[in-house]
């Protein structure tokens, strides 16, 4: 018999022991729990050194408490697992460091746009808490012959919700694009968190030209703040530079920086 591993991630714990136990009594099913994100990747890294890796997480969506629109899905190379807090980070983290696992999100409620990010992030199903064990365990069947699973009440939502996604990406894609070579790699230093001096420092210019450069950035893409630059950014796919090269970073452009 082929035996399905499962990890619970739940922050509550008589609700995630009290479901790993109802799992545990399919006679095809090994069953373990975790109280947080920074455990679920502990007990991932855990299972794969031991040769026994996982093939199902079930994630609590308000894993650390409830957080709508607040934050983003955060990948597990780009930042500490401790601030994994929530359920759609680790829901992204695992996809990125255990592709091979499958996600589901059990849900107290119906939530057209949590839902469209957990797809967006990796997440296979969006269960309601409340459902039969047998309707769970034909979730967990389900994706691991990769379906994805939803509610009937939530397609339409979630179809909306990734319909916008796909049009702000475009645009922000678009207003990216707008940007010369110079101010993209500025640009990729905003993502990656660093202040004028170390732009400056970084791509051998001065601190008010890079002043400058900052300026435009914002221009082009329609913003106020760095913060809302780097969430555009984000959205249009600009990932950081790296921080581990530390040559001088050379880009073609006509014009002089």
């Known amino acids: 018999m082929v035996r399905i591993r ?17 799992l545990a009594a399919e006679p095809d099913v090994d069953v373990s ?7 679920a990747l502990r007990s991932l890294e855990r299972a794969v050194a031991e040769g026994r890796r ?25 930042g500490n697992a401790e601030g994994l807090v929530d359920g759609i ?48 365990l034909t979730v967990i069947r389900g994706v691991l012959r990769d379906e994805t699973h939803l509610p009937p009440a939530l397609l339409t939502g979630v179809l909306r919700e ?35 001096k170390a732009v400056a420092e970084r791509l051998f210019l001065s601190p008010h030209t890079v002043r400058t450069h900052m300026q435009n950035v914002l221009g082009k893409l329609g913003v106020h703040s760095t913060l809302a630059a780097v969430a555009l950014a984000r959205r249009a796919g600009v990932g950081p530079v790296d921080l581990g090269h530390g040559g001088r970073i050379t880009v073609e452009e006509s014009s002089s920086a």
Do not use: Y
């Open 6 to 22: 499962v990890l619970v991630v739940d922050d509550h714990r008589i609700f995630a022991e009290s479901l790993a136990a109802a």
């Open 33 to 39: 729990a975790a109280g947080s994100g920074p455990a």
């Open 54 to 78: 996982f093939d199902v997480l079930l994630v609590d969506s308000e894993l650390g408490g409830n957080m709508p629109g607040a934050r983003p899905a955060v990948p597990v190379q780009e």
């Open 89 to 136: 980070s680790l829901v992204a983290g695992v996809r990125s460091g255990h592709p091979h696992v499958r996600t589901v999100v059990l849900a107290e409620k119906d939530d057209p746009r949590r839902a469209a990010l957990a797809l967006q992030a990796g997440a296979s199903g969006w269960v309601a808490k409340d459902c039969s064990l047998s309707r769970l």
């Open 162 to 196: 990734l319909t916008a996604a796909r049009k702000h990406r475009t645009e922000s894609e678009r207003l990216v694009e707008s940007l010369t070579p110079r101010e993209r790699e500025v640009l990729r230093c905003m993502v990656a968190g660093l202040g004028r």
